[in-house]
């Protein structure tokens, strides 16, 4: 039996940006809609045996979800765990996210997406180096979009 190699979840309507390559930079609103714990719980069992991953993306941003641990409590606890952000509030985050998720182990993984330049990249990797399980991105937002040619050349 095939079975899918992730669940993806979009754990909140929040976002503290308005990146030019996202619906938000247009009209789509910056809603207070948070997934509850008790949903997170159920969606937790009815995986168990249908994948070993879920991902918190989407296009909120994880962090601002006003429970984000609990939520990352509840999925660590049973499959790896990628969070992907733009790493505004991860510092807030940073060492209870190491306790739980162990950023070293290679299980789970943290996707920060650097929007800015090279400066936040530098201290991104200051910050954040000595985990090998957080992966600096950079996905730096021109104001035009994600097929421009200098973009495209830059992040790779």
Known sequence: MLTPLLV?????????????FCPRSLDYPNLNLN??????????NQCIGFTENIHLVGRGEPLLHPNFIDIV???????????????????????????????????????????DNDEQYNDANKLYGEYKDIFLYKTYDTGENLYNDTLSKKQW
């Not at 909140?12 to 940006?17: D, K, M, P, V």
């Not at 997934?35 to 937790?44: G, P, R, S």
């Not at 940073?94 to 739980?100: C, E, F, K, T, W």
């Open 35 to 44: 997934m509850d714990i008790e949903l997170a719980q159920e969606i937790a």
């Open 73 to 115: 409590k509840v999925f660590a606890k049973d499959f790896s765990v990628k969070i992907v952000t733009n790493g505004d509030h991860l510092y807030k985050y940073i060492d209870q996210l190491h306790a739980i998720l162990n950023l070293n182990s290679g299980k789970h993984k943290i996707t920060y997406c650097l929007y």
């Open 8 to 20: 993806e979840l979009n754990i909140t309507e929040l976002c503290n940006r308005t990146c030019s």
